[in-house]
Antibody, heavy 116, light 108 residues
Framework: EVQLVQSGAEVKKPGESLRISCQGS????????ISWVRQTPGKGLEWMGR????????IYNPSFQGHVTISADKSISTAYLQWSSLKASDNAVYYC?????????WGQGTLVTVSS | EIVLTQSPGNLSLSPGERATLSCRAS???????LGWYQQKPGQAPRLLIH???SRASGIPDRFSGSGSGTDFSLTISRLEPEDFGMYYC?????????FGGGTKVEIK
């Protein structure tokens, strides 16, 4: 059974760093891209970027370039989304999803709360 | 960036009725790479339709997608109570990939 399991909810302060994860199982992790999607009540669903876990080639949405980093460790079938300095505007649920090109499986979501 | 505009914003229908949701793109969607998703509160989006008209695995045949270029639609032929929720379209043919703002389907 294909699964993408994301790390748990996080509560952080502005300026702190954070890395959340997405572990794939039930399929060959390197044969599908992994994308990250942000969901907020105000802006809905936004694609942040995607990575090819085989060679770690990454494409970012210009709206998120420079503010987040997407990476992957194929040896443990895990993709990551990280921030070096969180802002209040990063409050959201973050989803990972596999695709190539069809988007067929999503993680369960990780709630990130940034509050002083 | 391709902007996807979904209409209507809200739809309130009775079980058994037909629902038609629209998704209009600001530019032609490459290869008709247009998907439809259903999302319920607290859950991840679930793929219903890919490639504008292909049903995803396990999706009931009351869901169908049509359209090409800039105009797409999702039809639910006979609404079931479990079909309530938000519906989103997504284009994955051009970067940045984009989503529509959603249609909320309420069951009367």
């Amino acid at each position: 059974e294909v699964q993408l399991v994301q790390s748990g909810a996080e509560v952080k302060k502005p300026g702190e760093s954070l890395r959340i994860s997405c572990q794939g199982s039930g399929y060959s992790f390197t044969t599908y891209w992994i994308s990250w999607v942000r969901q907020t009540p105000g802006k809905g669903l936004e694609w942040m970027g995607r990575i090819d876990p085989d060679d770690s080639y990454t494409i970012y949405n210009p709206s998120f370039q420079g503010h987040v980093t997407i990476s992957a460790d194929k040896s443990i079938s895990t993709a990551y989304l990280q921030w070096s300095s969180l802002k209040a505007s990063d409050n959201a649920v973050y989803y990972c999803a596999r695709h190539g090109p069809t988007w067929d499986y999503w993680g369960q979501g990780t709630l990130v709360t940034v509050s002083s | 960036e391709i902007v996807l505009t979904q209409s209507p914003g809200n739809l309130s229908l009775s079980p058994g009725e037909r629902a038609t949701l629209s998704c209009r793109a600001s530019q032609s969607v490459s290869n008709d790479f247009l998907g439809w998703y259903q999302q319920k509160p607290g859950q991840a989006p679930r793929l219903l339709i890919h490639g504008a008209s292909s049903r995803a695995s396990g999706i009931p045949d009351r869901f169908s997608g049509s359209g090409s270029g800039t105009d797409f639609s999702l039809t639910i032929s006979r609404l079931e109570p479990e079909d309530f929720g938000m519906y989103y379209c997504q284009q994955y043919g051009s970067s940045p990939l984009t989503f529509g703002g959603g249609t909320k389907v309420e069951i009367k």
